[in-house]
């Protein structure tokens, strides 16, 4: 059974940093590129940044370019999201995801496992 578990979510003030974490387990990811989500309230779900399966290709919302940097070690079956100088407008719940094919896609079709979404709030 594939369970994704999400840490490091939490509150923190206008120019602070935060980082997530999204531990696999119940298949091998390393052949499969990985991606985090974010769904702010009223809003869809938005594609926030992807990362190969060989840790190459980054790719990020523009929003959050030069801000977040996402990471993985494939050793220990997680993918991270540091995300620096948080803004008010990236407060919402955040959802690591394993794509179906080894490089990122922004399409959330394209993934396939899910985690149960944790809260981050930017606060002024």
């Known amino acids: 059974q594939v369970q994704l578990v999400e840490s490091g979510g939490g509150f923190v003030q206008t120019g602070g940093s935060l980082r997530l974490s999204c531990a696999a387990s119940?298949?091998?990811?390393?052949?499969?590129?990985m991606g985090w989500f974010r769904q702010a309230r009223g809003k869809e779900r938005e594609f926030v940044a992807g990362i190969s399966d060989s840790g190459g290709s980054p790719d990020y919302l523009d929003s959050v370019q030069g801000r977040f940097t996402i990471s993985r070690d494939d050793d220990k079956n997680t993918v991270f999201l540091q995300m620096n100088n948080l803004k008010p407008e990236d407060t919402a719940i955040y959802y690591c995801?394993?794509?179906?094919?080894?490089?990122?896609?922004?399409?959330?079709?394209?993934?396939?496992?899910w985690g149960q979404g944790m809260q981050v709030t930017g606060s002024s």
């Open positions: 119940g298949r091998t990811f390393s052949m499969y590129a």
């Open positions: 995801a394993v794509s179906k094919y080894a490089l990122p896609t922004n399409r959330d079709e394209g993934y396939d496992y």
